[in-house]
């Protein structure tokens, strides 16, 4: 069965710091991976997906098949990046499946 | 938002009545689905839709039914309303491309 694990409830830094948010994933086969964003009450907006190799507001995410993780990146943390944060998997593009995500609080 | 709109988007109720939550899409896409999304446990899907009139189960489908009549409605239907039910509902489409766009969420608080 396939799941999404972000083992960080709570990631806490100050501005400017570097940013990483936790993704694994168990899936045998090869998966789409997501990183959404939900900033407060709001919808969740799509941040990016593997398999464009996009970086969206300074964010990046690399697949890594051996460990089986997608980790999100940011060198440089904002405050307007304090937000809900999850990493989602699909595996034949008809379900997804997310983590239970991580809030990052960027402290001034 | 790729067209998607959820109605009510927040409603209180009391234990045992039925409610249905409606997501409602302008954009004629196949896939449409239920999640609800609860602290600790992230979003979980509920039920799912391929096309009118196909639907299947997710991973919390205990205590929902949905029915998808047409392509722009998917209907979400608590039979009898529990207080575990309390949660934030959201509809979301797979795009044309593979990602999933979500509506803007549905607020239950069950009395």
């Known amino acids: 069965a396939q799941r999404v694990t972000q083992p960080e409830k709570l990631l806490s830094v100050f501005k400017g710091a570097p940013v990483e948010l936790k993704c694994n994933y168990s899936y045998s086969g090869s998966p789409e991976l997501f990183w959404y964003v939900q900033y407060s009450r709001q919808r969740l907006q799509l941040l990016l997906r593997?398999?464009s190799r996009e970086s969206i507001k300074g964010f990046t995410a690399d697949l890594n098949k051996g460990e089986t993780s997608f980790h999100l990146k940011k060198p440089f943390a904002q405050e307007e990046d304090s937000a809900m944060y999850y990493c989602a998997l699909s595996p034949n593009f008809n379900k997804f499946y997310f983590g239970s995500g991580t809030k990052l609080n960027v402290k001034p | 938002d790729a067209g998607i709109t959820q109605s009510p988007r927040h409603k209180v109720t009391e234990t045992g009545t039925p409610v249905t939550l409606r997501c409602h899409q302008t954009?004629?896409?196949?896939?449409m689905y239920w999640y609800r999304q609860d602290p600790g446990h992230g979003l979980r899907l509920i039920h799912y839709s391929y096309g009118v009139k196909d639907t299947d189960k997710g991973e919390v489908s205990d205590g929902y039914s949905v029915s998808r009549s047409k392509t722009e409605d998917f209907l979400l239907t608590l039979e009898s309303a529990t207080s575990s039910q309390t949660s934030v509902y959201f509809c979301a489409i797979r795009g044309q491309g593979t990602e999933a766009f979500f509506g803007q969420g549905t607020r239950l608080t069950v009395v």
């Open positions: 954009e004629n896409h196949r896939y």
């Open positions: 593997h398999i």
